[in-house]
């Protein structure tokens, strides 16, 4: 059965760090392209990074370029999101979710991506 699971997030002060993680199993995970998304209460979901199968690509959008780092490994299934200089906008419950492309190369944070983590909640406050 094909899971995903995220962990790592938590309350962090502004300014603060947090390293999420998205493990995957009951696939190959290097035949996907991982998406992370976010959702705060009231707001649609948005996309934040994503990383192409060999991760040789990445994408962020714009507010949090500089801030946030996308990372992967496929031989323990497991793909990262750092998290830096964290504001209090950034607050929200985190989603991986994984894209199965013939493209290694490439990954985009649009819609249609196959299979989804539960979240996990991040919350930046002081």
């Known amino acids: 059965q094909l899971q995903l699971v995220e962990s790592g997030g938590g309350l962090v002060q502004p300014g603060g760090s947090l390293r999420l993680s998205c493990a995957a199993s009951g696939f190959t995970l290097d035949r996907y392209a991982i998406g992370w998304f976010r959702q705060a209460p009231g707001k649609e979901r948005e996309g934040v990074s994503c990383i192409s199968r060999s991760g040789s690509s990445t994408d962020y959008r714009d507010s949090v370029k500089g801030r946030f780092t996308v990372s992967r490994d496929n031989a323990k299934m497991t793909v990262f999101l750092q998290l830096n200089s964290l504001k209090p906008e950034d607050t929200a419950v985190y989603y991986c979710?994984?894209?199965?492309?013939?493209?290694?190369?490439?990954?985009?944070?649009?819609?249609?991506?196959?299979?989804w983590g539960q979240g996990t909640q991040v919350t930046v406050s002081s």
């Open positions: 979710a994984a894209l199965e492309l013939v493209e290694s190369g490439w990954c985009y944070l649009g819609t249609g991506y196959d299979y």
